[in-house]
């Protein structure tokens, strides 16, 4: 009798182990990754992001050009990442009822695009951040930036201009207000230029200019992008292909475990990465504090 109980247990067993297996198969997903273009950012993010993710799911990259014709009769998929806003555009065109999550794109090309109700990572930092950064950065009390149109600050960035004694003044381009004039407008009234994520003001037609107005008039520029470090801003605060990946796969493993969705379809990136030019700053007299420092500093301020 004790036996055949023993053989019991061990076919209940058995069954448990063996349904589990087969759940674990049939819960396998399948992600196809959509890049904008073939090039080394998007591969680095892809890279961490595939890294990070339970083993058991499996991964398709395609080209946005190419994403109808080579999902056309493919193997099931369960989600989307798209990187880059033609990828956003490409998934969006195929109506697919998939989820997807969104990443390099800017808050300017989120608001443009609408995409629905897909979760999107910004390449901007949350306000706050830029905010502590410039302050703890460079120990300035005023800070322009410029928009087309003006940005509402919500408390917990009127905390932080609030807590940092930090005034942040708004200058806006339109056809009747031309960059060069306006900017010129803002070195005269403030410490140092805040360059917000802005592809129509920022672009390869304007930013030799407005560097070298930055560095003549001896006001700092702080950017979004090392590429403007190189090229004479004093510092930069931004989010790395391995950050962006990092994020990526927290949310895809959150999404495919739970099948939940975000309650906010629209994240700032949750890892940064700083970037320094000593030349600038010396050549502005200016002292830049540590990067371990500042970055325990920025992050005692996440609301």
Do not use: W
Request: overall charge negative; aromatic content about 6%.
């Amino acid at each position: 009798m004790l036996h055949r109980r023993f053989i019991r247990s061990i076919l209940s067993a058995l069954i448990i182990l063996v349904t589990g297996i087969i759940t674990t198969v049939q819960a396998a997903s399948q992600v196809i990754i959509v890049k904008s273009s073939d090039n080394a950012y998007f591969d680095q993010t892809i890279r961490t992001l595939i890294s990070h993710v339970d083993s058991a799911t499996r991964f398709k990259v395609i080209e946005a050009p190419h994403l109808a014709d080579a999902i056309s009769g493919s193997d099931p998929y369960d989600f989307f990442v798209a990187l880059g806003q033609p990828a956003v555009e490409a998934v969006d065109q195929l109506g697919t009822e998939a989820s997807s999550i969104n990443a390099y794109i800017t808050l300017e090309q989120y608001h443009h695009l609408q995409p629905d109700d897909d979760l999107t990572i910004v390449l901007d930092q949350p306000m706050y951040r830029y905010l502590a950064f410039c302050k703890l950065m460079l120990g300035i009390e005023r800070v322009g930036i410029i928009e087309e149109s003006e940005i509402d600050l919500d408390r917990e960035q009127a905390q932080i201009l609030d807590e940092f004694n930090l005034k942040l003044n708004q200058y806006r381009v339109n056809q009747a207000n031309k960059l060069l004039p306006v900017l010129r407008q803002l070195l005269r009234q403030n410490d140092a230029l805040l360059m917000l994520p802005r592809q129509s003001i920022y672009n390869r037609d304007t930013l030799k200019g407005v560097l070298l107005s930055s560095y003549r008039n001896r006001k700092p520029a702080i950017s979004y992008s090392p590429a403007h470090v190189k090229s004479g801003a004093v510092a930069s605060i931004f989010s790395s292909p391995v950050d962006i990946g990092r994020h990526l796969a927290q949310l895809l493993n959150q999404t495919l475990s739970s099948q939940a969705r975000a309650d906010n379809p629209l994240e700032f990136p949750r890892f940064y990465t700083i970037a320094t030019n000593l030349r600038v700053a010396n050549a502005l007299g200016i002292d830049l504090p540590g990067e371990h420092e500042l970055r325990s500093r920025i992050d005692n301020l996440q609301p």
